[in-house]
């Protein structure tokens, strides 16, 4: 089994900064892509950021120039750095992982795992 498990959300006000972290708990052989994602109540969930294996990462466009997404720890974790935050930020962050394949024999192959999400609150 593997589980992804976020921290770092909370509150913070207009111009701060976070950082959210996400570590993939498991017997892992790989990981395509790990990414953030958001959701505010009544909108749908958007792409905050994604990183491939290979090092590739995009952004969404409210949040270029301002977040940074890396991986570490042979690949297992993701931070997303938050800076120069705005109260349109205020959303629960979901971590994701695409394509895992677990270093089990045999292989198991999650096409894509979710977080339980974490709640980040900005305020003006």
């Known amino acids: 089994q593997v589980l992804l498990r976020e921290s770092g959300g909370g509150l913070a006000q207009a111009g701060g900064s976070l950082r959210l972290s996400c570590v993939a708990d498991?017997?892992?052989?790989?990981?395509?892509?790990m990414g953030w994602y958001r959701q505010s109540p009544g909108s749908l969930r958007e792409r905050v950021a994604r990183i491939t294996d290979g090092g590739l990462i995009d952004y969404g466009d409210s949040v270029k120039g301002r977040f940074t997404i890396t991986r570490a720890d042979h690949k297992r974790t993701v931070y997303l750095q938050m800076n120069s935050l705005v109260p349109e930020d205020t959303a629960v962050y979901y971590c994701?992982?695409?394509?895992?394949?677990?270093?089990?024999?045999?292989?198991?192959?999650?096409?894509?795992?979710w977080g339980q999400g974490t709640l980040v609150t900005i305020s003006s």
């Open positions: 994701n992982a695409e394509q895992v394949t677990t270093a089990t024999m045999p292989r198991n192959i999650y096409p894509e795992l």
């Open positions: 498991g017997n892992i052989a790989s990981i395509a892509a």
